[in-house]
Nanobody, 128 residues
Framework: QLQLVESGGGLVQPGGSLRLSCAAS????????IGWFRQAPGKEREGVSS????????NYVDSVKGRFTISRDNTKNTIYLQMDSLKPEDAAVYFC?????????????????????WGQGTQVTVSS
């Protein structure tokens, strides 16, 4: 059973940066598409970014394009979300999620219902 644990959240000023990590255990990460999602109080969970099993394909929600970068290190069983130029509206609990796919697949998804495994989330606060 794949288990995911997020880390790296915290308080940052507008314009600052954070790097979130999602550490996987219990299975080989390269068998999974990974997505990052976020949920702010009173709002729906939103897909932020996704990366294919080998990392060759990525996608982002429009609001973070050019500011966030998703990457993965399958040798370390870890996925990262580098967040730069943070804005107050980026504040939320951030979750990583995994969907099992062929290692040859270029599939990515920002749809939460596609994903089978979820971490517990890490809080990101953007405030001066």
């Amino acid at each position: 059973q794949l288990q995911l644990v997020e880390s790296g959240g915290g308080l940052v000023q507008p314009g600052g940066s954070l790097r979130l990590s999602c550490a996987a255990s219990g299975s080989t990460l390269e068998d999974y598409v990974i997505g990052w999602f976020r949920q702010a109080p009173g709002k729906e969970r939103e897909g932020v970014s996704s990366i294919s099993t080998r990392g060759g394909t990525t996608n982002y929600v429009d609001s973070v394009k050019g500011r966030f970068t998703i990457s993965r290190d399958n040798t370390k069983n870890t996925i990262y979300l580098q967040m730069d130029s943070l804005k107050p509206e980026d504040a939320a609990v951030y979750f990583c999620a995994a969907l099992r796919k062929s290692r040859r697949s270029d599939y990515t998804s920002l749809g939460q219902y596609d994903y089978e495994f979820w971490g517990q989330g890490t809080q990101v606060t953007v405030s001066s």
